[in-house]
């Protein structure tokens, strides 16, 4: 049994029993020595991390809560914090913690060295050996008990040689199970040294991302001023104290060189909240915003106070300002889904505009506009194609898209070209890796610093006479606890000297490592393929801009509806909706489903059949507009199915108020009996006329001909008989002829070319008896139809001759 005190003893003081730390302390070297041996004889980058042991041969689960001071001085204490738990299903008994010191001083000596202690999950020899005089007894511990501790230990027990990243690392001895007395737990972190001056500072900069989903709607209020509609009032939390956007904006206030990444949409929704505005009801997306479908916002405050302290951060001296395209398109999706639709260029190009004239207008201060992010930073060769299409000569890269060859011993620096002029800034997978996601535990934030100082070190010794340069790229929907972490990393390599804050485009000026990975791969993630927008979802919103162009045409007030829906469709598109497709596909259905709404508020309400009785009298077709604006260059036409049977007259010109409706006359000539149908079809005019809207349908019955018309026919009639009487008389008189010999005189009716000047017109000498009569007698000659009578040829004979009158 071990002979020493476990009472009370307080943390540092020195135990007795020394023998027996000491049999320790040599059974570690040893074992060291062994593992070290062993591990030498393998490549570091093919060492695989240890399986994690089973909880009945560890049950003690340890984490590190805090190193202070996160980076060791020479002559200094490091305290370190944490927490024990027994997770076993035994007693822990005579438990104490203790320090373990690196094997022989010695340091960590490349990045893969300390990714593997990272992996590591079950102590060995290779996490040193313990400190003698660090040492806290914690006593007996039940299943699921807990326990804290603090340990001071100096740096000189921790034997620390020179300058560099050592282990840290923290376990528990005591006994489980009724067994002999042996390490139950370990919890590992790392431990900067750092009191040689460096040559060069590594350049670092930090993309800080001021973004968020987009909230604006192209719906506005009906009123004189427009006021804007939001789908939800989410901002008002983010954007007040506490919130993540305010967070982000007061810790990035704190960071040297920080480049800020906005995206002009969200200030220009903030901007809109600083005055009165409306938010959507629930499941009114598609809707004209009206007082019953939306309720006041409630962040004017919030937003006000916002925006102003983001104006005073973003112009700290030093700090640099970029705007994203517009609303944040998704170049990876349009890239691969949608580059070749009709207007994608266009629309790529004036998000970008519009995106820097807007942060300048919101911000005040200047803006640049050529850096292009695509999702999570991955990258292949069409969306840097795209991403140059919307002004990306820098194009912000994560590095797992373009991995260094396995023969490079460092890290090179982050800028590189890779052709068409672009530059690709390429962030460390590693560094930046650390703040992907949430740091919510003082475990996880310790962790994540600790490791960003010992990278970020290493980083810097490994070509000590060289200046590089490093990109540190966020998510972007920074999470502002995480945000906090980062900032503390990034100020604190700043003040251990090995590193110097500096804006994306002075480390994107750096001149580029000529070993350093150029090439961009053509493959891209299916994992992240699968969150695309879809050809289907970018098509439809690239066709939205035809209805719009024809809306736009009829409106006497088009800057009402241009600029919402333009920015809306913009929206559609954005990166935001990877990370929230439900979200993405109801803002797109709602854009969609409200331009409907505009376009068929101008209609031609349904019509019944009519009953005509009588060749002349008017038919009458009502056009309604239910837009808030009047309308105009509009014409309504009425066009009959069969012109012999019944004509109407022309087109008329449509200008309506809003909110009104009006009937339209259309005089109607029919000359025979019988049902037409008609179609009403309103039309935009100007050089290219197009069909606005649905055409509407309805029939007409003629029930009678009146006595005007029935002069007509009769004297039709009267023309035929005339006719076959004076075919009768020719023949009588050709008869007369034959008889009286070939050599006889020639009848001068009988002349080619001639006519009876008393006959009238032959029917089929008009150009509508072609269209209309010769279809007829074409039928009729078939050997199946059945002759018609006299009567019957004489009424259509004389109808055709009416078409066109």
Not at 143 to 166: N, R, W
Not at 414 to 428: M, S
Not at 534 to 540: D, I, P, W
């Amino acid at each position: 049994m071990d002979q020493r005190s476990v009472g009370s003893a307080p943390a540092g003081v020195r135990r007795t029993a020394l023998p027996r730390r000491a049999v320790r302390r040599l059974g570690g070297l040893l074992a060291a020595g062994t593992v070290l041996l062993t591990a030498t004889a393998l490549p570091a980058a093919a060492s695989p991390a240890a399986p994690a042991a089973p909880a009945a041969d560890y049950p003690a689960a340890m984490t590190i809560s805090t190193v202070t001071p996160a980076v060791a001085g020479e002559n200094g204490t490091v305290t370190v914090t944490g927490k024990v738990v027994n997770s076993g299903h035994g007693d822990i008994k005579s438990a104490h913690i203790g320090v373990r010191a690196p094997v022989s001083g010695k340091k960590l000596g490349t990045r893969n060295e300390v990714m593997l202690v990272a992996q590591r999950s079950t102590p060995t020899g290779t996490d040193g050996v313990d400190v003698t005089n660090a040492e806290v007894p914690l006593g007996d511990l039940t299943p699921g008990q807990s326990h804290d501790f603090s340990i001071p230990v100096a740096t000189a027990d921790l034997e620390l040689s020179k300058s560099g990243v050592y282990e840290l690392a923290v376990d528990v001895w005591g006994t489980s199970g009724g067994g002999h007395e042996r390490v139950l737990g370990i919890a590992r972190t790392f431990l900067p040294y750092n009191v040689e001056p460096t040559d060069k500072q590594t350049q670092l900069s930090v993309v800080w991302p001021i973004t968020h989903a987009p909230e604006l709607v192209a719906q506005t209020m009906p009123d004189n001023d427009q006021t804007p509609v939001l789908r939800d009032d989410s901002l008002v939390g983010e954007l007040s104290p506490g919130g993540r956007l305010h967070q982000l904006v007061t810790t990035g206030a704190t960071l040297p060189n920080l480049t800020w990444m906005v995206d002009p949409d969200l200030l220009d929704t903030v901007f809109a909240m600083t005055k009165p505005y409306r938010v959507q009801k629930p499941n009114t997306g598609g809707e004209s915003a009206r007082e019953d479908n939306t309720v006041p916002g409630t962040g004017r405050d919030a937003a006000v106070s916002w925006l102003a302290l983001l104006r005073t951060s973003v112009a700290t001296a030093g700090d640099e300002v970029v705007s994203l395209p517009y609303a944040d398109p998704d170049l990876a999706s349009i890239a691969h889904n949608g580059a070749s639709l009709p207007g994608m260029e266009t629309a790529l190009r004036k998000a970008s505009t519009a995106g820097r004239l807007t942060a300048e207008g919101r911000l005040a201060v200047d803006v640049k506009s050529d850096v292009a992010w695509p999702y999570q930073g991955r990258l292949d060769r069409r969306t840097a194609a795209t991403a140059l299409t919307a002004g990306g000569q820098l194009v912000l890269v994560d590095g797992a898209s373009m991995p260094e060859a396995d023969s490079l011993a460092y890290t090179p620096g982050a800028a590189r070209p890779i052709g068409n002029g672009q530059t690709a800034v390429v962030a460390d997978p590693t560094i930046s890796g650390l703040f992907q996601q949430e740091l919510r535990t003082p475990e996880a934030r310790t962790e994540a610093v600790q490791r960003f100082l010992a990278e970020t070190l290493l980083v810097n010794r490994q070509m000590p006479e060289q200046s590089r340069g490093l990109l540190v790229l966020p998510p972007r929907n920074l999470d502002a606890t995480t945000a906090g972490v980062l900032a503390d990393a990034v100020l604190k390599s700043r003040q251990g000297g090995w590193t110097a804050p500096v804006t994306l485009h002075t480390l994107a000026a750096v001149k580029a490592d000529p070993d350093a990975t150029t090439a961009v791969q053509d493959g891209y993630p299916q994992e992240l393929a699968a969150t695309e927008l879809s050809s289907s979802a970018l098509g439809k919103t690239m066709s939205l801009q035809n209805s719009l162009d024809q809306l736009m045409l009829i409106l006497t007030q088009p800057q009402r509806v241009r600029g919402p829906f333009s920015a809306a469709m913009v929206r559609s598109m954005s990166t935001q909706w990877r990370d929230q497709s439900t979200a993405g596909v109801s803002y797109r259905d709602g854009v969609q489903h409200y331009l409907d709404n505009l376009t068929s508020a101008v209609r031609l309400p349904p019509k019944s059949d009519v009953t005509l009785p009588g060749d002349n009298a008017t038919l009458q077709v009502s056009v309604k507009n239910d837009l808030n604006q009047a309308v105009g260059n509009l014409e309504l036409r009425l066009t009959s199915s069969q012109l012999n049977r019944l004509n109407v007259g022309p087109a008329e010109s449509v200008v309506l108020d809003g909110t009104t409706s009006r009937t339209f006359r259309f005089p109607a000539e029919a000359q025979v009996n019988g049902s037409v149908q008609m179609t009403a079809q309103l039309w935009t005019t100007g050089p290219n006329p197009q069909r606005y809207g649905a055409p509407v349908t309805f029939m007409v019955e003629v029930t009678s001909v009146t006595n005007g018309v029935l002069y007509v026919i009769g004297g039709g009639v009267v023309l035929m008989v005339l006719a076959g009487i004076r075919f009768s008389l020719q023949r009588k008189k050709r008869a007369a002829g034959e008889d009286g010999g070939a050599d006889g005189p020639a009848d001068a009716d009988d002349a080619p070319g001639d006519g009876d000047p008393q006959a009238g017109p032959e029917p089929a000498a008009t150009g509508d008896d072609t269209a209309g009569g010769t279809a007829d007698s074409t039928a009729g000659a078939g050997t199946d139809a059945e002759p018609e009578s006299a009567a019957e040829t004489a009424v259509r004979a004389t109808g055709d001759e009416k078409v066109g009158h």
